[in-house]
């Protein structure tokens, strides 16, 4: 059973207002379109006061997000959106346009979220993209909890949710965000912002490959949240600087009840600076996690003590965890039960009483592997689709052959002299050439490739332009689903990064944009693709050279 805190707190503040909302989580609905949305639309229309609307657990495409925002638009009362676990199954390039849609129904609304959950949704830094508005906007102005938990953000996810989250101040009390590789750069951009918001009570960031110096950098930023009880930082390389620095911002957090730091390498002198850092500042723990830290039976003994000084402890105290830990013999888990009382979770055969005790432990592996953007979680899926001449079979007949060989040779160097020798019906032969791949989305990429190579040339020869605006009609026709298209056109047209190492453009972007233009709103187009290039194309405006710029700016139906 789950419970909407949010509703409740409504309900006792209002105790005449009856908390009310759509709840459709759990249903495994796939709703692709408007037809599939209607029954959650005729939900939300019929519902006087939409406290919150729960879609947890079904996939969302995005016309189907469409429908259900322009339903929200008549909704300002809304106060709890829980979206999480809602594109299973969706291409990440469909998901900031669906997110994007809802938040414009809820901007248009002019509704005040309270509580926002988007958790175990893997969009990945795209996502983050399609939900800058809605964060920036005033409809998170009020917002209080913001869960963010397992999306794939990666460090450039975590830099572009600090950067939309400080656009305007925000008194978030509630962030929550593990399980998303944000790692060092992403921890230290995120504490710039909790630095200024002063008002967090509950901070949970387990598993996201952070080391000391982000962690550092988020204990400066809890010197400003006064007011924090909750701090989850399990699985994270904090390790004995790490809790060194945390242990330096007990001072201020006199309010901490619970600490997470299980799994994070503390070793004896991170275990030893946290248990002097409560200790020395009478910070009142109700729940201490130090499990599987390779902590000594001494270090570990201190914590006990520093945990049980004050005379209440025994009555505090609800659970302290010192399991996977070397704790010693029997007569030292004894005593350790005797003082910590039922909170004490040791677990027994930990190791021998000689465990974690010698050694270099205060010698901190300095092993840190370096941040880069290349291990930001950008897309699962990897396209390595050979053009080579040798990878795809045909029929050996000196014909094909020639053809082969002139495609072949066009699709590695896409001059205008090459596009020549395929002769006045190149899109043609191309198609021919490509239809040879048997896999339905390396047939895209491929097909997508061979476009953007022939509409790099349009800006060269009306010949190329016209085979251009022929492959693309073959392209969208060729094209079984839609979202692997927009996926490699996104890709091949640089508006989100490839995650293969070795994708390499070697066509005029430009070019490729006049051509889009010019075919964008033909009545062949899909409408579900149109939207995503443009957001796309909208949102990343102000990143394009200088070239590209220009031909977009002279072509507003690219972008609006």
């Known amino acids: 059973m789950s419970f909407d805190l949010n509703a409740i707190c409504t309900a006792l503040n209002e105790p005449n207002r009856t908390v009310s909302g759509v709840d459709f989580s759990g249903r495994s609905l796939k709703l692709d379109n408007e037809n599939d949305a209607q029954p959650i639309v005729n939900a939300i229309n019929a519902c006087p006061d939409l406290q919150y609307l729960t879609l947890t657990g079904n996939t969302l495409g995005v016309e189907a997000a469409q429908a259900i925002a322009k339903a929200l638009a008549q909704h300002p009362e809304l106060k709890t959106a829980r979206f999480s676990d809602m594109f299973t199954g969706r291409m990440k390039t469909e998901i900031p346009p669906a997110l994007s849609a809802l938040g414009d129904g809820m901007i248009e609304a002019g509704a005040r979220l309270s509580i926002l959950d988007l958790s175990d949704n893997a969009f ?224 027994d055969g930990e190791g021998s009483e000689d465990e974690y005790v010698s050694g270099s432990d205060d010698d901190e592996e300095e092993s840190e592997q370096e941040n880069s953007e290349d291990s930001a979680t950008e897309d699962a899926q990897h396209f390595e689709t050979s053009l080579d001449a040798g990878n795809i079979t045909l029929e050996q007949t000196d014909i094909v052959k020639e053809v082969e060989t002139d495609v072949g040779k066009f699709l590695h160097e896409p001059t205008l002299d090459n596009l020549t020798k395929l002769g006045s019906n190149a899109a043609d032969v191309i198609d021919v050439h490509l239809q040879t791949i048997h896999d339905p989305e390396s047939l895209i990429h491929a097909y997508v490739e061979a476009l953007c190579c022939v509409s790099g040339l349009s800006a060269e020869s009306a010949s190329a332009a016209e085979s251009a605006s022929r492959l693309f009609h073959t392209v969208v026709a060729r094209a079984k689903q839609q979202w692997p298209l927009a996926n490699a056109l996104l890709r091949a047209l640089q508006l989100i990064k490839s995650e293969n190492k070795d994708y390499k453009v070697r066509w005029r972007i430009s070019s490729c944009y006049l051509v889009l233009a010019k075919q964008i709103d033909e009545p062949y187009f899909p409408n579900a693709l149109r939207d995503t290039l443009k957001f796309f194309i909208s949102s990343k405006m102000a990143t394009f050279p200088g070239e590209v710029k220009d031909i977009v700016e002279k072509h507003p139906n690219l972008y609006t």
Do not use: W
């Open 124 to 347: 990945g830094p795209i996502g983050v993209e399609g939900l800058a508005k809605l964060l920036q906007s005033d409809v998170c102005s009020q917002l209080q909890e913001l869960r963010l938990n397992n999306n794939g953000l990666g460090i450039t996810g975590g830099r572009l949710l600090a950067k939309a989250l400080s656009a305007n101040p925000r008194s978030l009390r509630v962030f929550i965000a593990g399980r998303n590789r944000l790692e060092n750069e992403g921890a230290k951009a995120l504490a710039g912002v909790f630095r200024s918001m002063g008002t967090l009570e509950e901070i949970a960031m387990p598993q996201n490959g952070i080391y000391h110096v982000g962690i550092a950098a988020l204990s400066e930023a809890l010197k400003h949240n006064p007011r924090l009880a909750r701090l989850n930082l399990n699985d994270n390389t904090v390790g004995p600087r790490g809790a060194a620095a945390l242990a330096a911002a007990l001072p201020r957090l006199k309010n901490l009840k619970s600490i997470n730091f299980g799994d994070c390498l503390l070793k004896n002198s991170g275990a030893r600076a946290l248990a002097q850092g409560l200790k020395e500042n009478s910070v009142l723990l109700e729940s201490l996690d130090l499990s599987h830290n390779e902590i000594g039976r001494e270090a570990c003994m201190e914590v006990v003590d520093a945990l049980t000084a004050p005379p209440d402890s025994a009555d505090r105290l609800t659970r302290v965890v010192l399991a996977g830990n070397s704790l010693g013999g029997a007569a030292n888990k004894k005593t350790m039960k005797s003082k910590l009382g039922p909170s004490a979770e040791l677990s």
